[in-house]
């Protein structure tokens, strides 16, 4: 049985700290043998910068992204060179991978990042991109990060990819879900793992900020409090022989 920790949205460098600062204790309580963390908001200011990746690459196997990947371009090097860093993968022929497969020795793992097409920017439909994914994906183990905003298509795409995959966990809106589950027997799912930020906060930005905006005609820079850092996640267990999940569990520590 392998056990997969998979952390939501890391927001701001001082998480992405007490993250890597946290992780040793996470992976004895939940006996975790591989880590995904999606970091692509873990630099101060947006987006995930070289700086915040090797903080995060100081606690994690794979570092998956989403709609923020490309905000700053001192990444573009570091997407071509890291085997472990992937941004979604229907984004078009940009610099970067979509997956990327782990061995871990024992066995292989593959994790797939894909970004939605509601409400988001313009992408390539990404269950075709799925399918195409899946043929050159040579192991029954594989970890679908789904970086989108609507919920409906988060769970269109877990039944879409039931019994192909091992999991397809939800990213993107920074609000853990109460929906885990096990698709068909085979495919663990949940619709948004949430994030790891300030607890009293506005999705990981100062409250103030948010609400100013909202009340205003002006723009405001977003800001990240003070005060107590929480970790959204979850374990995923899966048979390594097959690729089956047997087991989702979401936290918050």
């Known amino acids: 049985m392998l056990n ?19 992780m040793p204790a996470l992976k004895r309580a ?14 101060d200011g947006n987006g995930i910068t070289p700086r915040s990746a090797g903080i995060l690459l100081e606690c994690a196997d794979i570092i998956t992204t989403g709609n923020h990947c490309f905000r700053r371009r001192e990444m573009d090097e570091l997407y071509e060179q890291s085997p472990v860093i992937v ?16 061995d871990m020795g024992r ?5 797939v990042n894909l970004i939605g097409m509601a409400f988001m920017e313009s992408c390539d439909n990404p269950f075709r991109c799925a399918d195409e994914l899946l043929k050159q994906i040579d192991t029954p183990n594989i970890i679908v990060d789904f970086h989108a905003e609507a919920t409906s298509e988060k769970k269109a795409m877990g039944y879409y990819l039931e019994g192909r995959v091992s999991a397809v966990i939800g990213t993107h809106t920074h609000v853990q879900t109460a929906d885990e589950q096990i698709l068909g027997d085979h495919t663990g799912f949940i619709t948004d ?7 009293d906060s506005i ?29 959204n996640a ?3 267990s899966i048979d390594e022989k097959n690729g089956r999940c047997t087991d989702i569990k979401r936290f918050t520590a």
């Not at 939940?30 to 630099?43: C, F, K, P, Q, R």
């Not at 941004?87 to 782990?102: C, I, Q, S």
């Not at 793992?193 to 607890?199: L, N, P, Q």
């Open 87 to 102: 941004r979604p993968a229907n984004l078009g022929d940009t610099v970067g991978k979509g997956y990327t497969v782990l």
């Open 4 to 22: 997969i920790l998979f952390v939501g949205d890391v927001v701001g460098q001082r998480s992405a700290e007490h993250l890597k600062n946290s």
């Open 193 to 199: 793992v949430g994030f790891t930020g300030v607890r």
């Open 107 to 111: 066995t292989r793992v593959a994790v």
């Open 30 to 43: 939940y006996s975790v043998d591989m880590t995904i963390v999606n970091g692509e908001n873990s630099a």
């Open 203 to 231: 999705l990981g930005v100062d409250k103030n900020a948010i609400i100013s905006k909202l009340t205003s005609y002006y723009p405001h820079k977003h800001t990240y409090p003070e005060g107590e850092i929480m970790i």
């Open 234 to 236: 979850a374990v995923i």
